[in-house]
């Protein structure tokens, strides 16, 4: 089955800091992986998946299958990176989302 | 555009009774998913429909049912509550053709089972 860790539950870095949140897969097949961000008072949206490579609001991830991680980074967090972020897995023929439980990143002045 | 709406936003039950929670799908989607989502926890695969029946299911037990309706809006039941049902309930919705995997949700209907 599949499983998806993120480690830390909470995260605080300094604006202008670099940040990387956890993310750990467990899978058999070939991952499909996204990040979705969960600002305040908002709902869950698409911040990145693997597959299109690119870069959303400076973050980046990259799949590392030897190490089966997927895991975010930004080289400058802004406070607006201040969210929830949810690290998922793609899989079945539903293509349904198996979530982690989540890192609540903030950034601080 | 038109996003995922549900409804009720909140609402309180008692063991054992039953409660339909109802999801909207954002304008030109025809695929609708559930999910629940525990106080502290990711969100939970609980199924998907597609042209009106159940496409995929997640570990929940029979008690848990769905709808969908020729508009593509969708409908959530869960009977015989239990406590552990307490939680957030978010539907969200995609495109069948040309999916690039990504689901658009809606702010959820928040269960709390008394």
């Known amino acids: 089955a599949q499983r998806v860790t993120q480690p830390e539950k909470l995260l605080s870095v300094f604006k202008g800091a670099p940040v990387e949140l956890k993310c750990n897969y467990s899978?058999?097949?070939?991952?499909?992986l996204f990040w979705y961000v969960q600002y305040s008072r908002q709902r869950l949206q698409l911040l990145l998946r693997?597959?299109s490579r690119e870069s959303i609001k400076g973050f980046t991830a990259d799949l590392n299958k030897g190490e089966t991680s997927f895991h975010l980074k930004k080289p400058f967090a802004q406070e607006e990176d201040s969210a929830m972020y949810y690290c998922?897995?793609?899989?079945?023929?539903?293509?349904?989302?198996?979530f982690g439980s989540g890192t609540q990143l903030t950034v601080l002045p | 555009e038109t996003g995922v709406t549900q409804s009720p936003t909140h609402l309180i039950k008692t063991r054992g009774q039953q409660v339909t929670l109802r999801c909207s799908s954002q304008s030109g989607h025809n695929t609708v998913s559930w999910y629940q989502q525990a106080l502290g926890q990711g969100p939970q695969f609980i199924f998907q429909?597609?042209?009106?029946?159940?496409?995929g299911r997640g570990n929940f037990p029979p008690r848990f049912s769905g709808l969908q309706f020729p508009n593509y809006s969708s409908e959530l039941n869960v009977n015989a509550l239990e406590l552990d049902d307490s939680a957030l309930y978010l539907c969200?919705?995609?495109?069948?053709?040309?999916?690039?995997?990504?689901?658009?949700f809606g702010e959820g209907s928040r269960l709390t089972v008394l």
């Open positions: 693997h597959i």
């Open positions: 429909y597609y042209r009106e029946e159940e496409n």
């Open positions: 899978y058999s097949g070939s991952p499909e």
């Open positions: 998922a897995l793609s899989s079945g023929s539903a293509r349904q989302l198996t």
């Open positions: 969200a919705s995609s495109r069948s053709m040309g999916n690039t995997g990504e689901l658009f």
